[in-house]
């Protein structure tokens, strides 16, 4: 079986600072995971994703994510917030394989950046 | 390519009305999916297709909302007869499968917002 969690429901930071947002995942066989952003009134955009090449995954706009498969972990980060960050964060999880299954969402994170 | 392309934008109907939301996915991708969303619930997938067959339907609420892929650019997620609780954003996306660069990875129109009244 498969899912995943994201620990916070809301995240706030100031203008300039780290942020981090967590999401762990279980998953009964190789998985591939996805972060993908939501802004107001907008669809889901992906942001970054891990498939089975290097740990640290790079993405768009100077986030990126860390898989650790010792933990189950999958955390999204990025050195310095700006305003235009604030939106809504989606960890996804699906099963690698020769078919694409199912995905699974968590129930995303709200950042909030403050000035 | 213009992306993902989902019409209406907005609806907005009445309680027993029929509702046909319409989806256009990227050309040559595989994969088409309708998500709804809601505060109370996320973002919940109710079917996808694969090479214009449902795969797996098993989030469809219940016999009230049908979906259909007639041909590889077109889908549709009807809903008749709708009531209040349907409201919702219902997102189409769609993905080339998983082979290549753009593997696992979808693509998500801007979304159709429908409120029932």
């Known amino acids: 079986a498969q899912s995943v969690t994201q620990l916070d429901s809301h995240v706030s930071v100031s203008e300039g600072t780290p942020v981090l947002l967590r999401c762990n995942y279980s998953?009964?066989?190789?998985?591939?995971l996805f972060w993908y952003v939501q802004h107001p009134n907008k669809g889901l955009q992906l942001l970054l994703k891990?498939?089975?090449?290097?740990?640290l995954v790079k993405g768009i706009n100077g986030f990126e994510a860390e898989f650790k498969k010792s933990e189950t972990s999958f955390h999204l980060t990025k050195p310095s917030a700006h305003m235009s960050d604030a939106a809504e964060y989606f960890c996804v999880v699906t099963l690698r394989g020769s078919t694409l299954g199912r995905l699974y969402f968590g129930r995303g994170t709200q950042l909030t950046v403050w000035p | 390519d213009a992306g993902v392309i989902q019409s209406p934008r907005h609806e907005v109907t009445e309680m027993g009305q029929e509702v046909t939301l319409r989806c256009k996915p990227i050309s040559g991708h595989d994969y088409l999916f309708w998500y709804r969303q809601t505060m109370m619930r996320g973002l919940e997938l109710l079917i996808y297709f694969n090479n214009n067959v449902p795969i797996d339907d098993s989030g469809m609420p219940e016999d009230r909302f049908s979906a259909k892929m007639p041909n590889a650019s077109f889908s549709t997620l009807k809903i008749q007869p709708s009531e209040p609780r349907d409201s919702a954003v219902y997102f189409c996306?769609?993905?080339?499968?998983?082979?290549?660069?753009?593997?696992?990875?979808?693509?998500f129109g801007a979304g159709s917002r429908l409120t029932v009244l």
């Open positions: 998953s009964s066989y190789s998985p591939s």
């Open positions: 996306a769609s993905s080339p499968g998983t082979g290549g660069s753009g593997a696992n990875v979808l693509t």
């Open positions: 891990y498939t089975s090449a290097a740990t």
